[in-house]
């Protein structure tokens, strides 16, 4: 009977629900070493405000190897040369780093490759900021296997962009949040439901959601030193001192926390994205990944809800090489062929080329209700064609775009 539960399974309103926050480690880092693969295991510092050879700006995020040196996010970038030189600059045998500047166009492009893949691994996904998210993947895997998804996400992290995740999971947002960061880098910390206030209790008190250096320092001056101490402190003495926040802090010090994970407005755009095991110079595999992909978003789009007026597709070649191309439609439309035409035809300029990665994307997206416009039978030339540009945006792309990067 349709809607019925298979034997066993359990049942969606009687547990608890499973929270993934996934957060990037050293993002910036990791991005710069997808360009240069030789920074891999070096220390590199990215500065925001930073130009090569000068001393002005703020350490955006440095690698943990530059971290053993004292080099700290926000950091005078002055600061951190004088515990770190640049590797120019230092002398034989002296410990030195790789500074680079922000690029924040290179980075949104990557941060949204990992985005792709955690949209596929959940249906309910919030995007905090360019490297952290929070998935709800209660209908997508149960607390007695949550361990193998989550370690099945960050390896496809890994195999598909080449960036490492730390993953937290906990029946609430918050505690997920500190679960990500608890055994950085490349953590997996899980933590089942009836354990978060035992979980938290050992850890430091700004470790609460919430509780930030000024909150820490007063609550230290007052002997609650962790968050199992700030569990233990009645409510109301929190609530007198903190207002409303202490509210919240005082719930999630002892494991409450109500809030769910909602996505914040609809998606400007739907993409599938594989990597090859190696780069991959035959045409014939190309395509078919470029076929299987592009049927994916689709029905991806279908699921959703939304039709589409402009078809993309993306190649990366090695080592981070990464080439665009997208076309117009003539109207907004919901057909899976014709996503598989254009891209294939978008991705023939490739078809010779090594590749390590493929993609296809809908964008220009619609949410009408109702039915769904469709172009059965198309097989002609596509109308108001506008190929994009061969190349995602770098380091001349405005610093403030972190929020239009949709491109994959």
């Given at each position: 009977?349709?809607?019925?539960?298979?034997?066993?399974?359990?049942?969606?309103?009687?547990?608890?629900?499973?929270?993934?926050?996934?957060?990037?480690?050293?993002f910036?880092?990791?991005c710069?070493?997808?360009?240069?693969?030789?920074?891999?295991?070096?220390?590199?510092?990215?500065?925001?405000g930073y130009?090569?050879?000068?001393?002005?700006?703020a350490?955006?995020?440095?690698?943990?190897?530059?971290?053993?040196?004292?080099?700290?996010?926000a950091?005078?970038?002055?600061?951190?040369?004088?515990?770190l030189?640049?590797?120019?600059?230092?002398?034989?045998?002296?410990?030195?780093?790789?500074?680079?500047?922000?690029?924040?166009?290179?980075?949104?492009?990557?941060?949204?490759?990992?985005?792709?893949?955690?949209?596929?691994?959940?249906?309910?996904v919030?995007?905090?900021?360019?490297?952290?998210?929070?998935?709800d993947?209660?209908?997508?895997?149960?607390?007695?296997?949550?361990?193998?998804?989550?370690?099945?996400?960050k390896?496809?992290?890994?195999?598909?962009?080449?960036?490492?995740?730390?993953?937290?999971?906990?029946?609430t947002?918050?505690?997920?949040?500190?679960?990500?960061?608890?055994?950085?880098?490349?953590?997996?910390?899980?933590?089942?439901p009836?354990?978060?206030?035992?979980?938290?209790?050992?850890?430091?008190?700004?470790?609460?959601?919430?509780?930030?250096?000024?909150?820490?320092?007063r609550?230290?001056?007052?002997?609650?030193?962790?968050?199992?101490?700030?569990?233990?402190?009645?409510?109301?003495?929190?609530?007198?001192?903190?207002?409303?926040?202490?509210?919240?802090?005082?719930?999630?010090?002892r494991?409450?926390?109500?809030?769910?994970?909602?996505p914040?407005?609809?998606?400007?755009?739907?993409?599938?994205?594989?990597?090859?095991?190696?780069?991959?110079?035959?045409?014939?595999?190309?395509?078919?990944?470029?076929?299987?992909?592009?049927?994916?978003?689709?029905?991806?789009?279908?699921?959703?809800?939304?039709?589409?007026?402009?078809?993309?597709?993306?190649?990366?070649?090695?080592?981070?090489?990464?080439?665009?191309?997208?076309?117009s439609?003539?109207?907004?439309?919901?057909?899976?062929?014709?996503?598989?035409?254009?891209?294939?035809?978008?991705?023939?300029?490739f078809?010779?080329?090594?590749?390590?990665?493929?993609?296809?994307?809908?964008?220009?997206?619609?949410?009408?209700?109702?039915?769904q416009?469709?172009?059965?039978?198309?097989?002609?030339?596509?109308?108001?064609?506008?190929?994009?540009?061969?190349?995602?945006?770098?380091?001349?792309?405005?610093?403030?775009?972190?929020?239009?990067?949709?491109?994959?």
């Open positions: 009977m349709v809607g019925e539960r298979l034997p066993g399974a359990p049942d969606p309103e009687d547990r608890d629900q499973i929270v993934v926050h996934a957060d990037l480690d050293c910036y880092a990791a710069e070493r997808l360009r240069e693969p030789t920074l891999e295991e070096e220390p590199v510092v990215v500065g925001m130009e090569p050879g000068d001393d002005a700006g350490v955006a995020t440095a690698s943990y190897e530059a971290r053993q040196h004292g080099i700290e996010s950091q005078a970038i002055s600061t951190a040369l004088g515990r030189p640049r590797v120019e600059d230092a002398g034989d045998g002296e410990p030195a780093a790789h500074y680079r500047p922000v690029d924040m166009g290179f980075y949104g492009a990557v941060g949204e490759e990992v985005r792709a893949v955690l949209r596929d691994c959940a249906d309910v919030r995007t905090v900021s360019i490297d952290e998210a929070y998935l993947v209660t209908d997508r895997t149960d607390w007695d296997v949550v361990e193998g998804f989550a370690r099945h996400l390896q496809r992290v890994e195999r598909e962009v080449g960036v490492t995740l730390s993953v937290g999971v906990a029946p947002m918050s505690a997920a949040k500190v679960a990500s960061d608890h055994d950085k880098p490349d953590g997996l910390v899980v933590v089942p009836g354990s978060v206030r035992e979980f938290l209790a050992p850890l430091p008190v700004e470790s609460v959601h919430g509780v930030g250096p000024v909150r820490a320092r609550l230290r001056e007052s002997g609650v030193e962790t968050a199992g101490d700030l569990a233990e402190t009645p409510p109301s003495e929190v609530i007198d001192r903190f207002g409303e926040r202490g509210r919240a802090i005082a719930r999630r010090a494991g409450h926390d109500d809030r769910t994970v909602t914040r407005g609809r998606p400007k755009s739907l993409s599938r994205e594989s990597a090859f095991p190696e780069a991959v110079e035959d045409s014939a595999p190309k395509r078919e990944r470029v076929r299987t992909l592009a049927r994916a978003v689709a029905e991806r789009a279908r699921r959703e809800g939304a039709v589409y007026r402009t078809v993309g597709v993306k190649a990366v070649e090695p080592p981070f090489d990464v080439s665009t191309r997208e076309r439609l003539a109207g907004a439309v919901s057909d899976a062929d014709l996503v598989e035409k254009v891209a294939l035809d978008l991705f023939a300029e078809a010779d080329e090594e590749v390590r990665k493929v993609g296809v994307r809908v964008s220009n997206l619609g949410f009408p209700d109702g039915e416009a469709r172009l059965d039978g198309f097989d002609g030339p596509v109308d108001a064609v506008a190929d994009g540009p061969s190349t995602p945006p770098r380091g001349d792309a405005p610093r403030d775009s972190q929020t239009r990067l949709s491109e994959f």
